[in-house]
């Protein structure tokens, strides 16, 4: 599709299928239909939440609960851009969409709170390692937890009253869906099975293609208004209210469709094409860009570079802490190595990191040395099928071997693995 400037993101709405969002550079101020009561309402909700000393972590947290736009903000509220500028999760906040398929009770808990909650962690674990005096490790201890009850409680209380409001009918906005396939019905189904969504379908719009009568009837058994073929969308745009359109077609179908692609651009609506390019289990879809390219990222892992610090930052804290305190037990179980067995004190085996990465993982002999070279004549003892080795009263096992596997002694030394970055004190997923 030909478009000279336009911001894609990803928007998970069922498991497996992510809708790609173009958000779109507004033509007019607010959003088509003008502001109403509601939404007054819902700026003057936010407005006795900031007065409240909600702090500035607290407000990106309660604009997403309230699926706010800044750009209605800071059209009513000059001092918004105030908060938004001191606050940890402002990123979020300028870049919420005037409507979201995310769940406002599935999303609670936002970077910011995250990142805040990190960051007094790290605060307090640095207060006591380097036994600082100035700073109360008690005070920092309270503080953090009446923020995480503090946080935590406005957001149910605030997420519970957005949501009775959408299921009441209120705040919906109104998306029109063009397809009537798989996914058209999976987006229909899910709009209307989850009206604390806030957003409802207008109608679907047909492709005038064979085949669709199937899909046409199942659209409209869920209720959604038949609106007619897509060719008719720019007339129907022109003359009724409508917050978003949904393209929910297939791939080879978008080309033929891009003219109304743009034409809803221009017309300042959000527009989503529900993208299934390629078939995914567990992966999460993220956008990236090089340049003026955007990319759709399928990945197992998380990005966010300021987790991935603060968790870093942890594993190198307790790391370097645990072989400073564990130094005299570990000199200990080397020397009991040693003295029982003759051979070298760690055994050093090659593992597979992230992403294929190969380290040298490190742990305390238990075994006799050479205890590789007597696999085979134990053969006849192996109690597991398959590649795997194990004999419950191993021979190869030193008494102090057996010692350290049962108390998990020997697994002390893999801390300097944590230290280097080849390991990880947390799952890669926290």
Same mark, same amino acid.
């Given at each position: ?36 009561? #509601? ?16 702090g500035?972590?607290a ?33 979020k ?35 006591y390692?380097l036994?600082l ?13 009446l ?75 869920l209720?959604?208004a ?23 077609? #297939? ?32 992966a999460?879809?993220q ?72 380290f ?51 697994e002390?030394?893999q ?16």
């Amino acid at each position: 599709m030909a478009s000279e400037r336009r911001d894609l993101h990803v928007v998970e709405a069922d498991g497996r299928l992510p809708l790609v969002e173009p958000e779109m550079v507004m033509a007019h101020t607010g959003q088509r239909g003008g502001v109403g009561d #509601d939404s007054l309402e819902q700026v003057a909700a936010h407005d006795v939440l900031l007065a409240l000393d909600l702090g500035t972590e607290a407000a990106p947290e309660v604009a997403d609960v309230a699926d706010l736009h800044v750009d209605l903000l800071e059209a009513l509220s000059g001092r918004h851009l105030l908060d938004v500028s001191f606050s940890g999760g402002s990123k979020k906040y300028h870049r919420n969409p005037p409507f979201s398929l995310r769940s406002p009770m599935g999303n609670r808990y936002t970077p910011g709170m995250k990142t805040t909650i990190a960051l007094l962690l790290l605060t307090l674990a640095l207060a006591y390692l380097l036994k600082l005096t100035f700073m109360s490790r008690l005070f920092l201890a309270s503080f953090l937890g009446l923020f995480v009850i503090h946080s935590t409680v406005l957001k149910h209380v605030v997420a519970i009253w957005f949501r009775r409001r959408a299921a009441a009918g209120k705040d919906c906005r109104l998306v029109v869906l063009v397809g009537t396939g798989e996914k058209a019905q999976k987006v229909a189904k899910r709009l209307l099975e989850r009206p604390e969504l806030g957003v409802c379908p207008r109608g679907f719009m047909t492709l005038g293609q064979e085949g669709e009568r199937e899909g046409t009837a199942a659209l409209e058994a869920l209720g959604v208004a038949n609106l007619g073929n897509v060719q008719a969308l720019p007339h129907f745009l022109a003359r009724e209210v409508v917050d978003g359109v949904i393209f929910c077609v #297939d791939t080879q179908d978008l080309a033929e469709l891009e003219e109304l692609f743009l034409i809803c651009e221009d017309l300042g609506l959000d527009t989503l094409v529900a993208a299934n390019l390629f078939p995914h289990l567990s992966a999460a879809v993220q956008m990236e860009r090089i340049e003026e390219l955007p990319l759709l990222r399928y990945t197992t892992v998380p990005h966010d570079q300021v987790a991935l610090f603060l968790k870093r930052s942890l594993d190198v804290c307790v790391s370097s802490l645990g072989l400073l305190l564990l130094a005299p037990l570990l000199g200990l179980v080397a020397i009991a190595i040693r003295a029982t067995s003759p051979g070298t004190i760690f055994f050093v085996q090659e593992r597979m990191g992230l992403n294929g990465r190969r380290f040298k993982c490190v742990k305390f002999r238990t075994m006799v040395q050479g205890a590789e070279t007597l696999k085979d004549h134990l053969e006849h003892m192996n109690e597991v099928d398959g590649p795997v080795f194990k004999i419950r009263e191993d021979p190869r096992v030193t008494p102090v071997g057996r010692l350290l596997r049962k108390s998990s002694l020997d697994e002390l030394p893999q801390l300097w693995n944590v230290l280097k970055g080849d390991m990880s004190i947390l799952p890669f997923f926290v």
